[in-house]
């Protein structure tokens, strides 16, 4: 599907922290992006650097007793309104959740209610969502067949014990799209199923977008799931935005050395006997983050530069600086 100009969903500048001890520490620190309607947006990068707290910011799902939005504005974009999202209420966000923004997680079995049949629980989407919907129970069938559960008459009434991970997470699609949502996030969908579910599951993502033009973001480690499914991609590094370009331009030219070195531990066919490449040193924890540059100490380039270079990437943040148009990177020097 062609994927419009027209923003839906604009981030600016979005800062997230979170209390520890006594004192406040960042997962998201000043990130901008837009989303596209019908565009499939890919959020990459190691476990701990801000994805989903990013995707959960979306809908401001970042519980309060913990957790704070230190700076930046979440919009949602239409036509004739648009919602500010960080400066809604409770009431006024059960309008949005569900609505305009629905979730899908990355453990089916923990997300549904063991204790209700999976029609009742995308019933009760429905019901909470629509109020246009006269026939509840034919439009949860319609929803399972959508989303490819054989037999979607007779399943609507097993328990989620009864289904396979990957009927169960299939289930949660349905339950996404009870509420007819323009956006839907993904935070890693595909984790705990099999290699061959994975491929059905993306898949149907994908089909889904074509069908009803829907925006999706995806949350993944997975590169392979980017080349395949998403039109564009955010690289993440200890909560900043490192690196954003349309997919073919990214894997055509990578700018920053975090990009280069996750690309290049991807197994590849036929290299078998070959040593995984790895990036050194682990991620710094979001309360001891560096003043400059966040991957320098992990930067294979930073040891061959000469002293003043060094100097600028430990003690200046590199600005997210567009290189060309639609490719941005946060870097001082292009390698």
Excluded at 5 to 11: C, G, M, Q, R, T
Excluded at 107 to 135: C, H, W
Excluded at 172 to 191: C, H, N, Q, S, W
Excluded at 200 to 217: H, P
Aim: with cysteine; net charge positive.
């Amino acid at each position: 599907m062609k994927v419009t100009k027209i923003p839906i969903l604009s981030v600016d500048n979005l800062s997230v922290d979170f209390s520890v001890g006594k004192k406040w520490t960042p997962a998201v620190s000043n990130l901008s992006f837009s989303l596209h309607k019908s565009e499939i947006l890919a959020i990459v990068g190691e476990s701990g650097c801000g994805k989903s707290v990013t995707c959960l910011s979306l809908a401001k799902l970042v519980d309060d007793s913990v957790g704070r939005y230190s700076s930046g504005h979440i919009n949602l974009l239409y036509p004739n309104k648009q919602y500010e999202i960080l400066s809604m209420s409770k009431k006024e966000l059960r309008k949005v959740r569900g609505k305009k923004i629905a979730y899908i997680f990355q453990e089916p079995s923990v997300s549904l209610n063991p204790v209700y049949r999976v029609g009742e629980q995308v019933a009760e989407a429905i019901t909470v969502n629509r109020n246009d919907v006269d026939d509840i129970e034919k439009e949860v069938v319609s929803l399972f067949e959508m989303v490819g559960i054989p037999e979607p008459a007779q399943r609507i009434f097993c328990y989620p014990h009864e289904l396979s991970g990957g009927m169960q997470q299939r289930v949660m699609i349905a339950m996404a799209l009870a509420g007819k949502p323009d956006i839907l996030v993904a935070d890693e969908p595909t984790t705990a199923l099999d290699v061959t579910i994975q491929a059905q599951i993306l898949q149907l993502l994908s089909d889904i977008r074509d069908k009803t033009g829907m925006s999706i973001i995806i949350v993944t480690h997975n590169l392979g799931i980017v080349a395949e499914l998403a039109d564009r991609v955010i690289v993440m590094y200890a909560g900043h935005a490192v690196e954003e370009a349309k997919t073919k331009d990214l894997f055509k030219s990578m700018l920053h050395p975090y990009t280069r070195a996750l690309f290049s531990a991807i197994p590849k066919l036929g290299h078998s006997k070959k040593r995984l490449k790895t990036i050194p040193g682990t991620v710094p924890s979001p309360g001891s983050y560096p003043e400059g540059c966040r991957y320098y100490e992990r930067c294979e380039h930073w040891l061959k530069l000469d002293n003043s270079q060094k100097s600028l990437c430990k003690n200046t943040l590199p600005s997210f600086h567009k290189h060309k148009i639609g490719h941005s990177t946060r870097c001082h020097f292009l390698f």
